[in-house]
Every structure is written in structure tokens, then in C-alpha cells.
């Protein structure tokens, strides 16, 4: 059997370690002959990395060893193997000797070193982000649970910023998915080159990051840092010889101030980051209480609205527009109103940017249009001398839904005249349109809706980016003076300067302008002298459901010399303030 066995076989003497036998296969993988061998000790030909061979002697010669050991066999023509060697006590003619079985593992081990390093790169694909070559969110999630941990022991500080880059699908939208890939990977390192190498910057996705700093000794440490992103993000950016400019707005939570495990850190995070962007973008927020529960009565407002779309809380309230010289109402604004079963009227400024931010603005908006519609028709079946009806649009509503095809298929079906329809944009609105890329204009939201023959406005114009190129580029019809500029109109020089300059530039670009929020005699009377044509505001009408506003409709004149009965709901002191109380 000794001779026959397949694999190397040895026999050794317990004290001496010298080599007594071996079998034909010992001596195949050894390269010496049995004589050769037999002049050998076992420590001569295998020895242990890292481990004394006297040490290696003293344990063979222990009388209760049984083990197998790995160890490197040294070969006679100097090449080693990795072996397996496994070694038995056992009485050979009376004496005692130590029966080694020997078992070349080279194979074996070149293929484990092989899987585990195809392991390691597998490990190393599903934590880290292909494009930035940054940590990804799985790492994120296996680490900042220990990292935590380890801050709880020290009785150190861990902070989370969370990082969103401003206005990033415009990029995408302007210069193609190519170059924001690019714009990612610079992004990601500069971030990088802000942080300590102790320091973790992950990818969560899109364009969201997030930084993970650990041993952090003040919030001011904290602060500079977030500042140093700001300033390295905001320097402008060469991608494929161009220069972008991008922007990031950036919230911070820490442990254990702000939240004691991973989901409260990221979610705070995220809350401030979303205060960074109310607050006008390239800038950091540090997590407070009371962003918490503004994000609370966020989540209860968008609950509360998704109901309301369904369950018939919505309504259009109409508000004239007035010729200053005629008092003849030349067009009527469509109102958003909200009626809230146990809260009254809610404010638009409290959930329209709610509606923007979830995309319920989109049905909120088709909604909208289908009562106008609706109410057209009813004035025209009530032999009312149609005006045409104005109605906001957000930007939001003008990216994500094909507003021409729906005003082309409703006015078609109702034999109502796109004309009839004036789409009021707020700055901002046309500001972000401007970078969309240039194609066909049959595509373009903006001028689909021009070719429709639906008119268009600027809405509050003055206290957006005031970018005066627009103008001239969509051929607006209309511009809105915001009630900021015309409220203090007869006491403010500075108020009169900006609306007289206004008014002028208007009229010189054959653009009709309308004052809004007009509450007394004085406004509208500076208004008519500085040559502005239609006015706004309580002073004449104010809003009313579409049955109330047949009156607006005769052709007469309006009586100014009188308020109007109908009262706007909103006008109630505190109405739709009562969302802040209500528990999510």
C-alpha cells in the first residue's frame, strides 16, 4: 500500500526528523532518489512560512500531534510546492516512527487565489459606481451602520452631507446624457479632493452624493467643508473643450445630535439639503427640528392633495382683467382654489410647490384646463360674450406634459378657439426653457403652443431672472407686473421707476402689460398716466366661481364705484394655515 499510494508517502523518525522511507510518488515530486532522501530530515525538504524550523521540529516530535499543516515542499531542482502534509503516530517493528502523507495543493491553490480575487473584483463592482469609480449606495449601507457604531463607542462626532448638483438636467437635456456623464466623473473628483482620505464620498446616484466624515472635532469643521465643496463645485468646469458651470446645494446631519442610526442621518440630510434648495441653491444647511416638521406638514399637504384631486376639493375661481381707459373687461385669470374638508381654503403658495416637487402638478394643471373649458362653454351656451381666459402654467407642468396637444384635442372636441387661451409663465419658467436644446420649434413647448395661436404672458415679471432676451426670442404678447412693484407704486420713486421702465420697454416691443394687485384709486390713477393699458386687482372684482362671473361678461363697463359682493375665501386672516397643526 505504501508503495502503490498515489500521492507522496513518508516515513520519519520522531527524535531525529531524519526521512526512514519513501514511496515512488514522495520521489517524483521531490526529484531525489531514495538514498538521497534517506540522507534528508524532514525539516530540509518542508518547512512553514513564518515559522522557526526548530519550533517546526519541537511540534513534530510532540508524542499527541495529529494534524495536517500547510507547508512549502522545496523540491531538488529548487522549485517549492504547496503541499498538505498530514502526520500520524504509528509503531513501525517495535519502534515508534511518524507516518507522513503528503498531498501538492499548487493547483488547488492557483485556483483559490483565482476565485478570490475574481471575488474581490465582484465585491468591488457591487460596491462602487462604474462611472466615478466612487463608493456606491450598497457600500454606504454596509458601512455607516458600523461607522456609527464605532462613533457611539469613541463617543465621537459622524457627519452626513448629502449633495444634490442645482439644475443638473439641463445639462443632460442641453449637452446630452455624454456630457453629463462627464460633468459626474469631475464632480466626483473634486468632491473627493475636498475630504480627508479618511473621509467616504459615495455616489448614491443621478446626481446625488454623499460624504461621510468621521472624527469630526466642531461644527465648524463641518462647515468648512461644505464650503469647500460649494467653492470647488461652483469654479467652472472644461467637458470637451466647454465650459459648464454647476452648483450644488448640500445638507448635513450628525451623529448623534441629529439622528442615532443610518435612516434618520440620511433622511435629515436629505431634509436639509432640500432647505438648501428653498433658500436659493449653492449653499449648505445644517438639520434642525424645525425642518423636520416643515417636512412633516409637506408630506400631509401631499397626502391631503392627492385626495383632493379626487374627491372634488379642487375648484377655478376667475378674477377680471380690466381696460384702465374703458373699464371693460378685456380677460379673465383662472384661479386655483383648494377647499380642505376640516382645514377651509388652503393658500396656493402653500402646496403648489408641493404639487411641483411630487409631479401632481401635472394632473393638478389638466385639471385646471378641463374647467376652463368646461366653463367657456357653459358662458357661451348662457349667451355671454366670450373673453379669453388666462392660466398659470409651471415649469414643471410645461417639461412633463404635451400642453399643445391637450389644448388642441380639448378646444377641438368644444369648439372653443385656442385664442380664447393665454398661458401665463412665470420667469423662471422661460428662463429654464432657454436652455433646452434648439431642434425643430414644431417641438418646443413654448413655440408649439404660439403656432396653436394660445397667447402667452410673463407672469410677475421683475422678480424672476429678468432676462430681457427672452422677450423678444417667444414672441410673448403679454407682460404681468407683480404686486410687489405696484403696491407702494405712488410713494416709492424706485417702485414708480422700475414700472414707468417697464411699461415704456412694452410698449416699444408692441407688448401689452398688465398691473396687478390694484386695491385704490391712486394706483390705478399713476397707472393710466405712466400709459399702462389693463390692471388687475381687488379695486375692481375679485376672484369668483365661474356662475359668479356672467356679470363680467355682458360688454358693459364695469361700476367701480361700488365693491363687489363676491369675497375671495382666501382672504380670511390665517386661512390654509392650520396644515401646521396637522399630524402626519
Not at 513518508?10 to 521531490?30: F, G, K, M
Not at 504509528?90 to 471575488?119: F, K, S
Not at 467637458?239 to 448640500?250: A, F, N, P, W
Not at 403679454?478 to 410698449?507: E, G, H, N, P, Y
Request: glycine letters at 6%; hydrophobic letters at 40%.
Amino acid at each position: 500500500m505504501f508503495e502503490q499510494w498515489p500521492t507522496g508517502a513518508l516515513v520519519v523518525n520522531p527524535r531525529s526528523l531524519q526521512i526512514l522511507a519513501a514511496n515512488p510518488a514522495a520521489l517524483r515530486s521531490l526529484g531525489y532518489t531514495l538514498d538521497e532522501v534517506r540522507a534528508l530530515r524532514f525539516t530540509d525538504v518542508f518547512l512553514q512560512e513564518g515559522v522557526d524550523p526548530q519550533a517546526l521540529a519541537g511540534r513534530l516530535r510532540d508524542a499527541t500531534m495529529r494534524a495536517t499543516l500547510e507547508m512549502i515542499q522545496r523540491c531538488r531542482d529548487g522549485s517549492r510546492r504547496n503541499v498538505e502534509v498530514r502526520c500520524n503516530r504509528m509503531t513501525l517493528n517495535g519502534e515508534d516512527a511518524l507516518g507522513v502523507a503528503v498531498n501538492d495543493v499548487t493547483v488547488r491553490r492557483v485556483v483559490e487565489t483565482h476565485l478570490l480575487e475574481r471575488h474581490q473584483h465582484l465585491a468591488h463592482l457591487a460596491h462602487h459606481d462604474q462611472l466615478t469609480g466612487l463608493p456606491n449606495r450598497l457600500y454606504l449601507q454596509a458601512n455607516l451602520p458600523g461607522a456609527i457604531e464605532q462613533a457611539r463607542k469613541d463617543g465621537s462626532v459622524l457627519a452626513v452631507l448629502f449633495l444634490d448638483l442645482d439644475r443638473f438636467k439641463h445639462v443632460n437635456d442641453s449637452r446630452g446624457h455624454e456630457t453629463g456623464d462627464k460633468l459626474l466623473k469631475t464632480v466626483a473628483q473634486r468632491v473627493r479632493s475636498t475630504v480627508r482620505p479618511e473621509d467616504a464620498v459615495v455616489r448614491m446616484g443621478g446626481d446625488e452624493f454623499v460624504v461621510m466624515l468621521k472624527q469630526v472635532q466642531s461644527t465648524d469643521q463641518v462647515n468648512e467643508t461644505a464650503e469647500r465643496i460649494n467653492q470647488a463645485l461652483s469654479a467652472p468646469m472644461v467637458v470637451d473643450g466647454r465650459t459648464l458651470v454647476t452648483t450644488v446645494s448640500i445638507g448635513v446631519a450628525m451623529f448623534p445630535r441629529d439622528g442615532s442610526d443610518m435612516g434618520e442621518l440620511l433622511r435629515h440630510s436629505d431634509t436639509a439639503m432640500y432647505q438648501a434648495k428653498d433658500r436659493g441653491r449653492n449653499n449648505f444647511q445644517l438639520f434642525s427640528p424645525g425642518m423636520d416638521r416643515r417636512l412633516k406638514e409637506r408630506i400631509a399637504i401631499e397626502s391631503s392633495l392627492r385626495a383632493a384631486l379626487s374627491s372634488g376639493q379642487l375648484a377655478v375661481h376667475y378674477q377680471p382683467i380690466m381696460d384702465v381707459e374703458s373699464h371693460h373687461v378685456v380677460a379673465l385669470e383662472a384661479l386655483l382654489r383648494w377647499k380642505h374638508p376640516s382645514h377651509g381654503y388652503v393658500r396656493p403658495e402653500r402646496f403648489v410647490s408641493v404639487a411641483e416637487e411630487t409631479g401632481l402638478i401635472v394632473p393638478i394643471g389638466d385639471f385646471v384646463l378641463q374647467r376652463i373649458i368646461a366653463d367657456t362653454v357653459a358662458w357661451r351656451q348662457a349667451g355671454a360674450e366670450l373673453v379669453p381666459v388666462s392660466f398659470n402654467v409651471s415649469a414643471v407642468q410645461l417639461q412633463r406634459s404635451n400642453l399643445a396637444e391637450q389644448i388642441q384635442r380639448l378646444t377641438r372636441e368644444h369648439g372653443v378657439e385656442p385664442s380664447m387661451l393665454q398661458v401665463e409663465l412665470t420667469e423662471g419658467a422661460v428662463f429654464e426653457r432657454r436652455e433646452a436644446p434648439r431642434g425643430d420649434v414644431g417641438q418646443d413647448a413654448v413655440a408649439a403652443l404660439r403656432e396653436l395661436g394660445v397667447r402667452i404672458a410673463i407672469d410677475d415679471f421683475g422678480v424672476g431672472y429678468s432676462s430681457l432676451s427672452y422677450l423678444k426670442r417667444w414672441r410673448v404678447d403679454a407682460l404681468k407686473i407683480d404686486r410687489s412693484f405696484v403696491r407702494d407704486l405712488v410713494t416709492d420713486l424706485s417702485d414708480l421707476a422700475i414700472v414707468s421702465a417697464i411699461i415704456a420697454m412694452a410698449k416699444h416691443l408692441h407688448i401689452k402689460v398688465v398691473a396687478e394687485g390694484i386695491e385704490g384709486w391712486q394706483q390705478l390713477e399713476k397707472l393710466r398716466q405712466l400709459g399702462c393699458a389693463y390692471a388687475q386687482g381687488f379695486l375692481f372684482a375679485r376672484p369668483a366661481p365661474a356662475e359668479s362671473c356672467r356679470q363680467y361678461l355682458n360688454g358693459e363697463a364695469l361700476d367701480l364705484t361700488a365693491r363687489l359682493p363676491v369675497l375671495d375665501p382666501l382672504e380670511a386672516t390665517g386661512s390654509g394655515d392650520r396644515f401646521r397643526a396637522l399630524q402626519v
